[in-house]
């Protein structure tokens, strides 16, 4: 065997342990279990893995998305919203529950600007445009690594948000979909 097909097949199973934990981390972000030892054992396979890849800062912030999804679930839970102090004039009287920095990758412009999430829509502001999208409006909510889609049908998507951070995609996914439920129950 040539070098180069070693390293090849060092790298494609060191690829492949990647895989297998950022499938272990999807699966963690869907349970509501804010005490699940998942968490911990994930941080620790990412340590381990820590020993033979050279760059896991992604996967780091994904750990730092579990964290903060944990922080929040307890209050959701117990039926607390988060309240964001903002006096956007965008949203009005509206209570602010979640704003983050985000980009419409949708948009052929790809404005960038802010997301905010009211008890009546979920709004976006920058580039030069305001877009609101009410919840009433929205049947699923679908997270994609840092893009969050709201989505009307199975042919539409009402918003397309891109945020910064995995915390903040996770934590605006989480959010739109306590927020949207109410308005779902009442078709």
Partial sequence: MTIFGWLKRNHARHNGALLEWRARWAA???????SSTTDDHLRRQLD???????????????????????RAQP????GSLPIVETRHRVIGQDACHFT???S???DQSQPAGRVLLTGARAVFVGGGRTSATPWH????????????LLVRTA???????????YADAVLCALLARHLAEPARSKR
């Fill in 28 to 34: 963690a972000i869907e349970t509501a279990d804010p």
């Fill in 75 to 78: 209050d959701l839970a117990g």
């Fill in 155 to 165: 042919e539409s998507a009402a918003a397309h948000f891109r945020f910064n951070t």
């Fill in 104 to 106: 419409l990758p949708s």
């Fill in 48 to 70: 381990e893995l820590g020993a033979t890849e050279p760059d896991l800062e992604i996967e780091r912030e994904m750990l730092d998305a579990l964290e903060a999804l944990r």
């Fill in 137 to 148: 409006a929205v049947r699923t909510i679908v997270r994609r690594e840092r893009d969050v």
């Fill in 100 to 102: 983050a920095p985000a």
